[in-house]
């Protein structure tokens, strides 16, 4: 990755620039038919292999039946038939983010399939993670005349599940026919992979096994995007040269969502570790940089941050926001109280100086030109004193697990290149407050929310967590979340893999029962025998998995001490940890979130005289 | 019900009519506010309750908490939290299906709840069912400003889940003040109740607990359709009757999917038995008439059809076909050999005589007169033979327990009033050639096809089969399917339902094998600990399960004579029973049916040169 000091472009930057001419001219010039010819599912394969896709998630469907012939049969992707598509869908979301600069896929049937999937694709368009979702619909012939076949709505509208899917996919290509078929599968994985969002791929089942030229595949698809315009951003980059002037030092970087999905991690790594700037990140950068890093501080989400992070970050001169996604949890409720005048938003595509936009001006290629700019500036940065982010245990009377102890407990256990997932609720909140070891990756969705996802992303995760080298997958999950998609660890066993997953068993909807509903019934749940789920679910033999149940302190503190678990069991079994919580007990940052969201819904209460 | 002779409008349709116009009246009407106020919510609840709903499913988020509140409190109407969204939407059309008159409601979160159920609400379209499916989405100020909220696309675009939810719901209604809020209840639950279909609310959080007049309360909603127009209706019975002078007795009915969705089985009942005319049914329309009935002669399915049903129906000089809904798996994949000009179709709100249509003549109010004009041909259609629709066991010189044996073994263990689901697959394919008792109740999902289905589905007809004073509920699964679905056993534990899951063993998706690669890995799934499931999922002390494995006919045979199994502890406890099958063993209609479609994708084998 080119760190260049001239702003002249990258030959990275132009070698994308040419394999994207070529295809387009390709996609033009009449075929001479002297090249090979492949079916367009091999075609189909071709590229994702080239991608770097080593696995494919869903389920089988007579729609796809054809298509799947091709994948067990391909000799790097590996079909990993899942539990069910929404499953499938969570899935491939998880191994994409593990999996920086490939791609997750997803394979279902027409209507029935697709439909179960798609909360799962938009929920990778609202984080931004690139999700391929191909659907295996009628043939050419069948979807002109319409009949009314199984799957369909019965009212000859074979269009509805596209027109579902336009709203929770950047790009979609519908296969008509042999000519086009390879420009549109192209167009949409380039979509996929440059914009970091899900696209939408319908595969007949006559086209998988028509015949087309192999040609394209000799030009790979680009993983850059386009070049920024050289002298808007030489502007650009003056504009923020001036605002670093005036800072006189005083300058912090806020790393968040974005500079993961762009691809930009080791260009936010350069920009922090040359300037030697203080750094803090949003949630949802969380771990992009290590957070033992000496020039860290930790964690800032707006009023919810721990108070010297927020006093600091929000006093700053000049703020470098990266990747910067403000939504409510990701905010603290909307609670940033950084004025535009004193920031600079550097995006995907455009980048923000102080009030004035510029579209066009994408992070991944001025990073490390201001990076070049600001490295002067890093003895003064590294005068300033950043309080380091820890996270001590605390010393409690009771010996129930509490979640002021159990997070920083757990800090402890974690190793480098862990793969930490934290289900949305007591887990994602609980994790933000402890530091993560280097080269540790974070995997969580806090925008987007849907319990029970980090089931199916811990699959996807831990897949891709082998392809990458990185270590331990561990999973923190609620009783009530776990729920939605338990079958999914039967997938785990099937594929011998070895996360460890933490249950956190509260009896219950806990993050509700702060937002709302204290003692309600609707958020209580059946109490199921959790550490029997990995026998019943596929491990009959029990050869494959272990299970635990931590009911305090001691018992906690000893298996997390034992090499055995952590260990050694860790690279052979799936491990699952049965950890018993009191039910009213949440995370620091959750408390106060709720505490927040509650205040909105106050004078729901004043109105029914309930306050 | 009204089966008068004259053709002037029943009592019960002028009622209907005064009460539609009432309501239309009420919305325009300047509001003097003298009636007594109640919240939103409540309004809805009222509404529901009116219509006999007793049940509601769903998941609880903190965009319906506030709402959960009142369900939880209301006297009749019992909250049934699922443990997801796709399971809820699959027991509200099971509840809907078995409650006729009534409608399924299903309440979910924002964005992930409401886009997890929507292939759930797609299967409710396609199959027409009635179903509510509620969404708790932010407050109307929200709405407006469109914040970053979690469980938001994170681009603003609040109304995605609408555009989505438009494509599979026949009418929606986004709430946004309490001026018009009674009116647009009223009016998507008299669409869902007419045209039983699905249909879509959105109830932001503060609407919920804003108060409004109660007045229009006091008018029911119609469940009766507008009455025909009564000179067109005339004219189209005249040229029916001018149909069965031609074809002089040979005269055949055939009973199809929408004379239960239009709630008109009493009368196609009364046909069937005042005109003697013998009567066939299309798999949609099994169980509608008692198949131990004299004059029934069985399941009419295209080619896929037994031999003698083929050739009776299909040369009948005149078919009633009422309800008809030929899609692919309804007709033997469309190969219904009956002339038009032999036809005349009945429909919801549309008549077809011959090649003409007449739309607005329903058929629930023309069945009847047409019942009084053909009933002086009884003794002439009861000279007319019809062999009996049964279904011997055969003898099988194996003690594996194959399809051909299975299916008329459990002929003999149905009773009266059993509830009989049949998954898609094995089950939904076994099931047709065998006949069930008087008043059971069949629940398929011919058309829709998603599997899983029946699991959600079986909790749903499970509860309204207590309401409706019906009796055993009565599952056959495959284990592929169940395991799309499997955490919906632990509802059924929690709300102390007795259902009877027969888990056909057979080691994968055996539909998927017989269709395409009868060999290929994708169609296998993990071997799971099936009669362990209950006691995991809930019922950890094993006092609401039991659970069975039978590996031979003697073993089956023994369970199924046991009157421990079939009648006592049917009432008491969930009972699993695990089915050991061959793993290439089919029911016969559906190794036709496969055949078929078989020859569809041939050509595909034939260009691979697999052939």
Chains 1, 2 share one sequence.
Not at 582 to 611: C, F, I
Request: some cysteine; overall charge negative.
């Amino acid at each position: 990755m080119s760190t260049s000091a001239t702003e002249v472009p990258s030959t990275d930057t132009l070698q994308a620039e040419i394999a994207r001419l070529k295809l387009e001219l390709d996609a033009l010039r009449p075929k001479d038919g002297s090249t090979e010819e492949i079916y367009i599912g091999n075609y189909l394969l071709t590229r994702l292999e080239q991608l770097g896709v080593t696995s494919m998630f869903g389920v089988p469907g007579d729609f796809n039946l054809g298509f799947l012939d091709l994948v067990e049969d391909h000799p790097s992707i590996d079909w990993v038939g899942n539990c069910n598509e929404l499953n499938a869908a969570y899935a491939a979301d998880g191994y994409a983010r593990v999996k920086e600069g490939s791609l997750g896929v997803v394979l279902t049937t027409f209507g029935v399939g697709e439909l179960s999937a798609i909360n799962g694709i938009a929920g990778a368009f609202s984080e931004m993670v690139p999700v391929l979702h191909i659907a295996g619909v009628p043939s050419t012939a069948q979807q002109k005349v319409k009949p009314m076949l199984h799957h369909t709505l019965g009212d000859g509208r074979y269009d509805a599940y596209t027109k579902a899917a336009e709203q929770f996919t950047i790009a979609q290509a519908l296969l008509t026919n042999k000519e086009t078929a390879a420009a549109e599968i192209d167009r949409v994985l380039t979509e996929c992979i440059l914009r970091a969002r899900p696209v939408y791929l319908t595969l007949p089942t006559d086209l998988v096994y028509t015949k087309i030229s192999s040609a394209r595949l000799k030009i790979p698809i680009s993983r850059l995007p386009p070049a920024n315009e050289p002298d808007e951003e030489a502007f650009v980059l003056d504009e923020i040269m001036k605002m670093v002037e005036t800072a006189d030092g005083d300058i912090i970087i806020l790393v968040d969502a974005c500079a993961i999905r762009q691809h930009a991690r080791q260009e936010v790594k350069d920009l922090v570790r040359k300037t030697q700037l203080p750094v803090y990140a949003a949630p949802m950068g969380k771990a992009v940089i290590n957070e033992s890093y000496e020039r860290y501080g930790g964690i800032y989400v707006g009023s919810i941050s721990r108070p010297e992070i927020k006093e600091r970050v929000e006093s700053a001169k000049l703020i470098l926001s990266v990747g910067s996604l403000k939504s409510d949890f990701n905010s603290g409720n909307f609670t940033y109280r950084i004025p535009t005048s004193r920031t600079v938003e550097l995006h995907s595509s455009w980048t923000n100086v102080k009030y004035a936009n510029f579209p066009g001006i994408g992070m991944k290629q001025i990073l490390p030109k201001l990076t070049d700019r600001l490295q002067r500036y890093a003895e003064r940065a590294n005068a300033i004193t950043v309080p380091r982010f820890v996270s001590p245990i605390p010393q409690e009377d009771t010996k129930e697990i509490t979640h002021a102890w159990f997070w920083p407990r757990l800090a402890t256990f974690f190793k480098e290149k862990d793969v930490v997932v934290a289900e949305t609720g007591t887990s994602s909140f609980g994790i933000l407050d402890v530091p993560l070891p280097q080269n540790a990756m974070f995997v969580s969705q806090i925008l987007w929310g849907s319990i029970g996802w980090t089931v199916g992303s811990t699959l996807g995760a831990a897949l891709a967590a082998k392809d990458v080298n990185l270590g331990r997958t561990i999973l923190f999950i609620g009783d009530g979340s776990l729920q939605l998609t338990v079958q999914e660890l039967s997938t785990m066993l099937r594929k011998g893999l070895t996360p460890i997953i933490f249950v956190l068993n509260n009896s219950g909807y806990t993050i509700e029962r702060f937002l709302h509903g204290k003692t309600r019934k609707y958020n209580d749940i059946s109490n199921w025998d959790w550490t029997a789920l990995p026998s019943v679910l596929g491990d009959v033999d029990r050869v494959k998995s272990k299970t635990y149940t931590v009911k305090d302190k001691d018992e906690l503190d000893r298996l997390l001490l034992d090499d055995d678990f952590g260990v050694q069991k860790a690279k052979e079994v799936l491990q699952l940890v049965e950890v018993i919580m009191p039910m009213h007990d949440a995370p620091r940052a959750l408390k106060s979130q709720a505490e927040m969201s509650g205040k909105t819904n106050q004078y729901v209460l004043e109105m029914r005289g309930d306050l």
